[in-house]
């Protein structure tokens, strides 16, 4: 619509929407965690459920990000940050919020918050213009005041129809809640914390709570489904408060400074939580020493735990000790098979290790990690090491188209896919991925350019890198 106004209008109304249209930022570092994730979709996979979502079309993202945050965004993809893990106090504080975000999905208040926005702009924008109309006609203050009264009420418009659907999720969320049994007092916990920010300055409040209005009425009415429900005692257990705990001190271990974690778990706290963040906060300073000294003490007490086995194997990997690593990842690997992190762990190290002997081991294992999670950039770029230094020259570069291709990076994707083609047997199912992956980002590239739009930043692992 603004195409044909002056360039300064354009401008100005992009500002003007700008200020009262804040949604979360796309541009993002995800993470990866296999304990964490497993954790997450334990947590959620009923509340989808229960919600009458499909729980494979859903996908959840852990944020590395010290905020107070979750949200939902592109359709079915949430967002959980390591700052949520963090700063809530239980598992069903921490569900509450997931039951919430929910909501939002279920009651598709995405696509209903665009088209609300759209359809309340239109008449907004044309008060502005006049606004405008006014100032160019020399009657400058009260053009102004045309103009920033449009805003204000097109704010209170969006936050009007922003109130209405975080109460429908609030209520939405207590019912699955009730629905598979669980308590919603963890929930009201939560958000009665939130409620109590609205009295700090915005740059001091939580993400969350400025994108998630709270209002005494919302907290009245959670307050009363909570006390109507049968299940409002149903409370965590104390083996789901132990292992959140545990996933708590990994995520301060690698979020925090390694200084602080050490404050914060001192040496005298003999709990698996503090041993945890210890040995994750030894690991990142570079004290393999005590990093070992840590893990070693945890797998004593627990040889079934192959997160355990996983930290050590990142302990000995950063020490260059990648023979040892291997040992530590196999195990993390026979403990639990079919985790794609873990198998692409083991795979990397025995790539790093050059040893001829080793490398189909490591070619099989990249290969399988990435049949069960095909999108992983990091597990095709070790894989075409693998392929490398195996001689053959064009599974090296369609394995690097790939990971090209999983990055975004359309135009690098093209060059390796064409590369693959040529060495690859004409006819053969690896040469026609090459030309799939050709078709799709040829198609992919001009339209990222001319979009410009965000891409999630390149997934990583909980690593000292």
């Known amino acids: 619509m603004t195409r044909f106004l002056p360039r300064t209008l354009r401008v100005f109304l992009a500002a003007a929407l700008a200020i009262v249209w804040t949604g979360p930022a796309l541009a993002i570092s995800v993470a990866r965690d296999t304990e964490i994730e ?3 979709w334990q947590q959620a996979r009923p509340v989808f459920v229960a919600a009458g979502l499909d729980p494979n079309a859903v996908t959840i993202y852990l944020v590395s ?11 079915q993809n949430m967002f959980i940050f390591t700052g949520l893990i963090d700063q809530v106090e239980t598992p069903d504080q921490l569900l509450g919020v997931i039951a919430h975000e929910t909501g939002h999905m279920a009651g598709g208040h995405l696509s209903r918050s665009s088209d609300d926005m759209t359809a309340e702009a239109a008449p907004f924008l044309i008060t502005m213009l006049a606004g405008l109309a006014a100032m160019l006609a020399g009657a400058g203050q009260a ?3 045309i103009i920033m009264g449009a805003q204000h009420a097109m704010q209170r418009a969006i936050l009007g129809y922003s109130r209405v659907q975080e109460a429908s999720a609030d209520q939405a969320a207590i019912t699955y ?8 007092q963890g929930m009201l916990e939560t958000f009665e914390l939130l409620g109590q920010q609205e009295l700090l300055t915005a740059r001091m409040q939580d993400p969350y709570a400025r994108s998630h209005p709270m209002s005494r009425d919302r907290i009245a009415s959670l307050e009363e489904r909570v006390a109507k429900s049968p299940y409002r005692d149903n409370r965590d257990s104390p083996e789901d408060i132990a292992r959140f705990k545990l996933i708590q001190g990994k ?4 979020m925090d400074d390694p200084q602080e974690t050490l404050r914060r778990y001192p040496a005298s706290d003999a709990s698996e939580e503090a ?3 210890r040995s994750v906060a030894y690991y990142r300073s570079a004290d393999f020493g005590s990093a070992n000294r840590e893990i070693d003490g945890l797998i004593a007490g627990d040889r079934g735990n192959p997160y355990y086995w996983e930290l050590k194997g990142q302990i000995l990997a950063e020490a260059r000790d990648f023979r040892g690593a291997v040992q530590a990842f196999e195990q993390s690997v026979a403990l639990k098979p079919k985790a794609a992190l873990l198998q692409v762990n083991l795979g990397a190290t025995l790539v790093a290790l050059e040893d001829p002997k080793l490398l189909p081991k490591a070619r099989d294992t990249l290969e399988d990690a990435l049949r069960r999670d095909p999108t992983n950039a990091f597990a095709w770029l070790q894989l075409s090491f693998a392929y490398a230094h ?6 090296a570069a369609l394995a690097m188209a790939e ?10 994707a093209i060059r390796f896919a064409a590369r693959a083609k040529k060495l690859l047997p004409a006819g053969s199912r690896e040469a026609n991925r090459a030309d799939d992956i050709i078709v799709i980002a040829e198609a992919q590239e001009p339209e990222e350019r001319r979009s410009g739009r965000s891409r999630l930043d390149t997934p990583s692992t909980f690593t000292a890198r």
Do not use: H
Not at 177 to 184: C, M, P, V, Y
Not at 251 to 254: E, I, P, T
Not at 390 to 395: A, D, H, R
Not at 403 to 412: L, P, V, Y
């Open 143 to 145: 053009g102004m005041g």
């Open 38 to 40: 497993e954790f997450l």
């Open 403 to 412: 990971q090209r291709f999983n990055m975004g990076d359309f135009g690098e």
């Open 65 to 75: 990000d010290p905020s107070f945050n979750a949200f939902v965004s592109g359709g």
């Open 275 to 277: 041993r945890y963040a």
């Open 251 to 254: 995520v301060r271990g690698f």
């Open 177 to 184: 809640l009730d629905t598979i049994k669980r308590s919603g």
């Open 390 to 395: 195996l001689g053959n020259e064009g599974m």
